[in-house]
């Protein structure tokens, strides 16, 4: 995974779309059918929200 997102920075930086399109194609495929959760350690990040911000998100959600 790390070697992936290693190499799309470089095809980024150099400008390489075509491959670059390909690698983010195989990173949307891998997290299509993950939880939020799990989509974030995959992608390395941290929450986004506060628990607060985060409940009040899931409160909207759920009375659309």
Do not use: C, H, W
Request: net charge negative.
């Amino acid at each position: 995974r790390n070697d992936l997102f290693e190499m799309m920075n470089a095809m980024n930086f150099l400008d390489m779309k075509r491959p670059l399109n390909v690698a983010i194609e195989v990173v949307g495929k891998k997290i299509l059918y993950m939880i939020p959760s799990e989509a974030r350690v995959y992608l390395n990040q941290t929450d986004l929200f506060t628990p607060e911000e985060e409940e009040a998100i899931m409160a909207t959600i759920r009375s659309d």
